[in-house]
């Protein structure tokens, strides 16, 4: 069965922080990893995608790293904020004929001023 | 077009009812799907449309689900004689059909309550 985890569950941590979230998940052959951020009963805004081909992607203060091999990626958040404060879920897609993601639970961060 | 919208944001429903709920895609994607979240959980895959063709089901989506996406622009999800279990957040997601990546981009939610 295919599944994602996320550890810790939550987490919290001083402004300015450096922080990893990490992702598992269990069939190594994935066609492409995706991290969301969601605010409370809000939708999922799309942070990064790493297509298998990939190692890594950044965007601004967000690193995400992709190890295949080990079904693990990381998403490294430098200089923490307030504003980063969210659940952040991680999410795998196989291919195949949909493409459907299968998510984790998520990390829920909260970053103190 | 400033991405993908749902309507309504909230419904709450007496046990029994029916409800439908609506998906507006990015305009141009092919693709589109349906995702519930309960409280605590990540997301999980109801349905998948390419165009106008539904082409995916999960074993989740029960006989009183049913989803449509007739002119393959947007996309209604129908529950027929709901039940408490079904309260949660009704999510919809689009992405092209082309090109290497398949980032899906989400709406903001449904929310259901079944009284």
């Known amino acids: 069965k295919q599944e994602v985890t996320q550890i810790p569950a939550a987490l919290s941590v001083p402004e300015g922080e450096n922080l990893v979230l990490n992702c598992s998940f269990t069939?190594?052959?994935?066609?492409?990893l995706q991290w969301f951020r969601q605010d409370p009963g809000k939708g999922l805004t799309s942070l990064l995608l790493i297509q298998s081909s990939q190692r890594e992607q950044t965007s601004g203060r967000l690193n995400a790293s992709l190890d295949k091999s080990s079904g693990r990626s990381t998403l490294y958040i430098a200089a923490s904020q307030p504003g980063d404060s969210a659940t952040y879920l991680c999410?795998?897609?196989?291919?195949?004929?949909?493409?459907?993601?299968?998510f984790g639970t998520g990390t829920l961060l909260a970053v103190q001023p | 077009d400033t991405g993908v919208s749902q309507d309504p944001r909230h419904k709450i429903t007496k046990r029994g009812q029916n409800v439908t709920f609506r998906c507006d895609p990015i305009s141009e994607h092919n693709r589109l799907y349906w995702y519930r979240q309960t409280l605590g959980q990540g997301p999980e895959f109801l349905t998948y449309?390419?165009?106008?063709?539904?082409?995916?089901k999960s074993r989740l989506l029960s006989d009183r689900f049913s989803a449509e996406r007739p002119k393959g622009s947007f996309s209604t999800l129908e529950i027929q004689r709901t039940e408490q279990g079904d309260s949660a957040m009704y999510l919809c997601a689009s992405s092209p059909l082309a090109g290497a990546s398949n980032e899906q981009f989400f709406g903001p939610g449904t929310r259901l309550t079944v009284l």
């Open positions: 069939d190594s052959a994935i066609y492409n």
């Open positions: 449309f390419q165009n106008e063709a539904q082409l995916e």
């Open positions: 999410a795998v897609e196989y291919g195949g004929a949909t493409n459907k993601l299968i």
